[in-house]
């Protein structure tokens, strides 16, 4: 079973991962979500909070990994903006592979693209805290994408025994509380002590990438049929994070949706 909050998952070896052929299994893959109103940013669905996401996937232990930038409230008390960052695991069917990623070029980058597909929202428990100062075996760009959110960055318990099993180092991870563990864990919404510990919830869109090759048919003077790549298709998908907080201070966002 996992460690509870304040111990530590045992020292494992680290499994070498073969990679395909001709293929680097540790290239960086971006997602850079653009706004519909601001340069660079889109609106967060909840009300007063502006904030940024990105999405970075990383092919190395099979990790995607979310950030969020939430401008603060400062006659809330808040600091001028709050990062969090939310890890989990990358299934291979899930993005176009990086390969043909890398091929990939925008005719106009400032252009605000429809997503051809609406995927379902996506409700993640994260309940697993990551260690930002030993998470670079998770994945390298953990460092530079999480850089701003040290000290919150949440991966789920499921997502953690795969990474296990592949050899990664359980000493990154601690468990958090959660409420049925603690009963007078509140969800931060319910929560009317802004000092209190709670269950935060925060949601995110990724309004554009691209999640799967499109293939045409070319026949040949034979009349034989083929396949062959000839370009993307572009989805949309939505994710709630809900995780846990020292203090309510820190997810006012959730009494307001």
């Not at 530590?8 to 991962?17: D, E, K, N, V």
């Not at 005719?107 to 990551?130: I, W, Y």
């Not at 998470?135 to 949440?154: D, F, R, T, W």
Request: hydrophobic share 35%; net charge positive; charged share 25%.
């Amino acid at each position: 079973g996992l460690a509870p909050r304040g111990a530590t998952f045992p020292l494992r070896a680290l499994m070498a991962l073969k990679p395909e052929p001709g293929i680097d299994p540790c290239k960086e893959i971006r997602v850079w979500c653009q706004s519909r109103t601001q340069g660079g940013f889109f609106t967060s669905p909840m009300p007063k909070i502006c904030s940024s996401h990105s999405g970075d996937f990383s092919p190395c232990q099979e990790v995607k990994i979310f950030r969020a930038l939430i401008l603060g409230e400062l006659e809330r008390g808040q600091s001028q903006f709050q990062a969090l960052c939310f890890v989990t695991r990358l299934h291979r069917n899930e993005i176009i592979p990086s390969e043909s990623m890398a091929k990939l070029r925008q005719k106009n980058p400032r252009t605000v693209r429809q997503a051809e597909e609406v995927r379902g929202l996506e409700h993640l428990s994260m309940d697993v805290a990551v260690n930002f100062s030993k998470a670079a075996q998770l994945s390298s760009h953990i460092h530079n994408v999480c850089a701003e959110a040290k000290e919150a960055i949440y991966t789920r318990e499921e997502d953690v025994k795969f990474w296990l099993e592949k050899g990664v180092d359980g000493s990154m991870f601690e468990v958090l509380p959660q409420g049925s563990d603690v009963p007078e864990l509140q969800r931060c919404r319910l929560c009317q002590d802004r000092w209190k510990p709670c269950i935060c919830s925060y949601s995110l869109s990724i309004e554009w990438y691209p999640c799967m090759l499109k293939y045409c048919r070319s026949r040949d003077a034979a009349g034989k049929v083929s396949s062959y790549k000839c370009g993307i298709r572009s989805c949309q998908k939505g994710y709630t994070f809900d995780y846990y907080v020292p203090q309510k201070q820190l997810c006012l966002w959730d009494e307001e949706t």
